[in-house]
Nanobody, 119 residues
């Protein structure tokens, strides 16, 4: 069983920065994908960024502003968010994908942390 605990959300002005953290308990391997998703009111949950074995992917809307990183020794994934915009306002969720076999996996989600960008 994997449990995820997110932290670092809050209220920030446009152009500001925040750093989200997600600490995972349980047996997380470097080969397990870790990532961040977000869901704004009235919208579907969307991918923000993922990282696996040092390779990262980003949504086009956050490229150049957000950076995902990972500390495998601490089972923790981070999301550094710079140049924040009001449209970045959402609940941000951490996700870990644990491979059970070559073709089967299970997703674990955190409880979410609110990020509000407003003046």
């Amino acid at each position: 069983q994997v449990q995820l605990v997110e932290s670092g959300g809050g209220l920030v002005q446009p152009g500001g920065s925040l750093r989200l953290s997600c600490a995972a308990s349980g047996n997380i391997l470097p080969t397990n994908s870790m990532g961040w998703y977000r869901q704004a009111p009235g919208k579907q949950r969307e991918l923000v960024a993922t990282i696996t074995l040092g390779r990262s992917t980003y949504a086009d809307s956050v490229k150049g502003r957000f950076t995902i990183s990972r500390d495998n020794a601490k089972n923790t994934v981070y999301l550094q968010m710079n140049s924040l915009k009001p449209e970045d306002t959402a609940v941000y969720y951490c996700k870990v994908v644990v491979m059970l076999s070559k073709f089967n996996s299970i997703d674990y989600w955190g409880q979410g942390t609110q990020v509000t960008v407003s003046s």
